[in-house]
């Protein structure tokens, strides 16, 4: 079934995610489209456009999981995930348990390693069970977009084959479900030459000025896959590594807070708007037009 093309908004749910194996749970947030009209919602500091938990337009629709990064927050994406609802995506984003803003203690371990990967799969799992999508997801539609650390979580969700700094394997699952990567300025080192499994189409945009995620996470990326020709490449002129962050209210913005802040002479309110367009325009291309869908 053809999708319309209708003026679509943007519905919201928030709900959260058992980890019954570990005895662990954490929150995530739903976007996805409707034709019900929004309204301004805070979710903390963060102001979002949003119809709360209103109807699913009609149609089918590809699934998008975000992976924040060290120490980030699953709201830290907004503009790429309220830009993906509005144009015919259902956006899942779970705050990774141990390693975002208000609790990493699992920074720098073996255990956030496999916890990155298995979180994301299990999202994937919960959503696509919800009685609320279940006739609206198109499952052998599904990417994952991975910013810094996400960035690994999404290459080890691919196929990709990580070992701790001590030369240990990590023992992480793939997910033959994802059908393609964004990767945002990917931390990469834990795979060295371990990406042969991953045949995925990627889109990998890197920042210029990046000291934590440096161009040879990239290089590792691009000389490892085993079709280089499967990776579309970018490096953001004058970006930093936090550029890749939606923009923070003004209140949050001040030199002392590094995520607001980008290289001098970068407008990460224009780059948003194009970074958008771009993330879609590669979905469009490998997850709709390979569905037979139009949008």
Same mark, same amino acid.
């Given at each position: 079934?053809?999708? /319309?093309?209708?003026?679509?908004?943007?519905?919201?749910?928030?709900?959260?995610?058992?980890?019954?194996?570990?005895?662990?749970?954490?929150?995530?947030?739903?976007?996805?489209?409707?034709?019900?009209?929004?309204?301004?919602?805070? $979710?903390?500091?963060?102001?979002?456009?949003?119809?709360?938990?209103?109807?699913?337009?009609?149609?089918?629709?590809?699934?998008?999981?975000?992976?924040?990064?060290?120490?980030?927050?699953?709201?830290?994406?907004?503009?790429?995930?309220?830009?993906?609802?509005?144009?015919?995506?259902?956006?899942?984003?779970?705050?990774?348990?141990?390693?975002?803003?208000?609790?990493?203690?699992?920074?720098?371990?073996?255990?956030?390693?496999?916890?990155?990967?298995?979180?994301?799969?299990?999202?994937?799992?919960?959503?696509?069970?919800? @009685?609320?999508?279940?006739?609206?997801?198109?499952?052998?539609?599904?990417?994952?977009?991975?910013?810094?650390?996400?960035?690994?979580?999404?290459?080890?969700?691919?196929?990709?084959?990580?070992?701790?700094?001590?030369?240990?394997?990590?023992?992480?699952?793939?997910?033959?479900?994802? /059908?393609?990567?964004?990767?945002?300025?990917?931390? @990469?080192?834990?795979?060295?030459?371990?990406?042969? /499994?991953?045949?995925?189409?990627?889109?990998?945009?890197? @920042?210029?000025?990046?000291?934590?995620?440096?161009?040879?996470?990239?290089?590792?990326?691009?000389?490892?896959?085993?079709?280089?020709?499967?990776?579309?490449?970018?490096?953001?002129?004058? @970006?930093?590594?936090?550029?890749?962050?939606?923009?923070?209210?003004?209140?949050?913005?001040?030199?002392?807070?590094?995520?607001?802040?980008?290289?001098?002479?970068?407008?990460?309110?224009?780059?948003?708007?194009?970074?958008?367009?771009?993330?879609?325009? $590669?979905?469009?291309?490998?997850?709709?037009?390979?569905?037979?869908? /139009?949008?």
């Amino acid at each position: 079934m053809a999708n /319309k093309r209708v003026q679509s908004y943007v519905g919201s749910k928030q709900i959260t995610i058992e980890d019954e194996l570990k005895g662990i749970s954490f929150p995530a947030i739903i976007h996805y489209p409707t034709l019900e009209s929004p309204t301004l919602v805070a $979710f903390g500091p963060y102001v979002m456009e949003v119809s709360v938990d209103s109807i699913i337009m009609e149609g089918q629709f590809p699934l998008i999981v975000i992976s924040h990064g060290n120490g980030g927050s699953h709201l830290l994406y907004r503009t790429i995930s309220m830009h993906l609802a509005r144009h015919g995506y259902i956006v899942v984003m779970p705050e990774h348990y141990g390693n975002n803003r208000n609790n990493n203690t699992l920074e720098n371990t073996e255990e956030n390693l496999v916890l990155r990967p298995r979180h994301i799969s299990i999202t994937i799992n919960v959503v696509t069970q919800m @009685a609320f999508f279940q006739e609206s997801l198109l499952l052998e539609s599904i990417a994952v977009i991975g910013h810094s650390m996400g960035g690994y979580t999404a290459l080890a969700l691919a196929g990709g084959v990580p070992y701790t700094r001590e030369g240990k394997k990590v023992d992480v699952a793939a997910d033959p479900r994802v /059908k393609a990567l964004v990767l945002l300025a990917p931390g @990469a080192g834990w795979f060295a030459d371990n990406l042969q /499994k991953v045949t995925v189409p990627i889109l990998l945009l890197t @920042a210029e000025h990046d000291p934590i995620t440096p161009d040879w996470n990239a290089a590792v990326v691009i000389n490892g896959v085993p079709d280089s020709s499967m990776v579309t490449f970018r490096k953001v002129d004058n @970006a930093g590594h936090f550029s890749f962050l939606s923009p923070f209210p003004e209140t949050m913005r001040n030199p002392n807070f590094q995520p607001a802040t980008d290289p001098q002479g970068f407008d990460r309110e224009i780059f948003h708007q194009q970074l958008q367009v771009e993330i879609s325009i $590669f979905l469009n291309a490998i997850l709709i037009k390979t569905s037979g869908l /139009k949008w």
